[in-house]
């Protein structure tokens, strides 16, 4: 059979590899801007630099096994706003730890661990010295599911039987591939992406079920927080104590919902105070008297914490509250 010229361009097109060594930082930030658009190169030494990488392409699927020296890559706002911003980055630690962050969680990999980062959303990779590593860059349309569990997935670290299997696919097609044999190449790869997918959803589901329990967690912290808001010894201490966990996993659930055991206290403590200063039946002494009550010491701790979170004393709140009213 006679292959014309544009057929075979098409061909090399669909599947193309390459092992390409990098000495300096400038070189570097050019292959980058080609194999992963949008990003840009810091932290990086001026001098003594070195990067190695054997690359394999099959249609819109790239893949990357990188040996580097340190520094670190980030995609900004900018670069977002920039485009290639519908492609998963999966990446495998296979020397050294990488430091990972998107959506406001930072991950360290491991040897064998998997972080994936969207590129739809700024994400941030820090390399360490004499590390390799492997990136996939898949497009959305190439992992199924992927944009229902994106936010909840980036910025974690992943660990199994089927992303060790991927890991072990890919590198021994990234060392072997024939690329004039694209059907085998895309075998490998439709694989692969098929595992990945299906573990990512089991991963998605228990995420979702610790989610569900650390949100009944918080509402039952809350709830102590209300219940016990006139007692002394309400501290994080006591809601850790009574949740039975440990005082950083409380910490933890917290910030998972935007707030911390010390403020909620607080603004449950102020809530009550609130409450009895709107009551008209209540004079200044005891109201002196509950906000001591309400845990903050002394009637001086507690004028300043009031003065400092309304901008005004407990008695000129109380005065402008009945005005208010009337």
Sequence with gaps: MTMHASETQLVRREASRAVDCFATSEAWQGFLDVAFPNIQVDDIAAHAFRADVRRLTVHDVSLSLISTQKHSV???????????????KLMWALNGQLHIEQD???VTLTPGLLSIC????????????????????????KLSGWLKMSEGMTGRPLSGLAFDASLASLVTLIQKADVSQVNDCETVIASVNEMIAAALARCAMALSGTKSRDQQKFMSAMHLIRQHVLDHELSPDFLANKLHMSKRSLYLLFQENHSSPATAIADARFERVLQLLRDPSLDQQTISRAAIDCGFGNLQAFSKAFRKRYGQSPREWKSRSKVAVH
Excluded: I
């Design 74 to 88: 980030e995609r900004t706002l900018g670069c977002v706003s920039r485009g290639h911003a519908d492609y998963a």
């Design 118 to 141: 969207d590129t739809a959303r700024p994400y941030r990779v820090d390399v360490p010295d004499n590390a390799e590593f492997l990136v996939m860059s898949l497009p959305y349309a």
């Design 104 to 106: 406001r969680r930072r």
